[in-house]
């Protein structure tokens, strides 16, 4: 079976810091592997997502994510944070060849202080 | 705006009742899931319907149900409800079911 591990419920930084929010998985078949956030009072948005090809892949917002196979890991990165992303962050894996169903983690609370 | 409308965005009720939430997929798209959020469990997979058949199930209790109809939206029966079934339900939908799923702003369950 599937899971999704987020260690860090939460992860208070300041503004123009770095920040890395970390996911690990556990599966048996090859997965897709998607970071949602969600905003306060707002449904869930697709931030990016690992199919296939690179590695590495990026968002329009500056962030980035590197799937790691070896390590089961897709961590989360920005080089520069805003006040503005402070949200709820979730990292989900699919099953490749299942429904596709989301299994998610328990989501990491990114707080930016000023 | 992800383009999967929800209604109603608030359902406040009493123990023990009925109620239904809709959604309308994104406009083409024939795959459909139900999510649950609570503060206890996390974000759940309940149950996915494709082009109006059921095609898996998650931890969807038996006093729950769903459906997908021939216009492609769907609804999540919430019968004998309790306490704990207070929660957000998510809808979302893909064009194919390996594709990117787009979520709903979500209903929020409020059992009383």
């Known amino acids: 079976a599937q899971s999704v591990t987020q260690l860090d419920s939460q992860v208070p930084v300041f503004e123009e810091a770095p920040v890395e929010l970390r996911c690990n998985y556990s599966?048996?078949?090859?997965?897709?592997l998607f970071w949602y956030v969600q905003y306060p009072n707002q449904g869930l948005q697709l931030l990016l997502k690992?199919?296939?090809?690179?590695?590495l892949v990026e968002s329009i917002n500056g962030f980035e994510a590197e799937f790691n196979k070896s390590q089961t890991s897709f961590h989360l990165r920005k080089p520069s944070v805003h006040i503005s992303d402070t949200a709820e962050y979730f990292c989900?894996?699919?099953?490749?060849?299942?429904?596709?169903?989301?299994?998610f983690g328990s989501g990491t609370r990114l707080l930016v202080r000023p | 705006d992800s383009g999967v409308t929800q209604t109603p965005k608030h359902l406040i009720t009493a123990t023990g009742q009925r109620v239904t939430l809709r959604c309308s997929p994104r406009?083409?798209?024939?795959?459909v899931y139900w999510y649950q959020q609570s503060l206890d469990q996390g974000l759940q997979f309940l149950i996915q319907?494709?082009?109006?058949?059921?095609?898996a199930k998650g931890n969807i209790l038996e006093r729950f149900s769903a459906q997908q109809f021939p216009d492609l939206h769907s609804e999540l029966n919430l019968s004998s409800l309790e306490l704990g079934d207070s929660a957000l339900y998510f809808c979302?939908?893909?064009?194919?079911?390996?594709?990117?799923?787009?979520f709903g702003a979500g209903t929020r369950l409020s059992v009383l």
């Open positions: 979302a939908s893909s064009a194919l079911t390996e594709d990117i799923q787009y």
């Open positions: 599966s048996s078949v090859s997965v897709y």
């Open positions: 690992y199919l296939s090809g690179s590695t």
């Open positions: 989900a894996v699919s099953e490749v060849g299942s429904s596709y169903k989301l299994i």
């Open positions: 406009s083409g798209d024939l795959s």
């Open positions: 319907y494709y082009n109006g058949e059921e095609r």
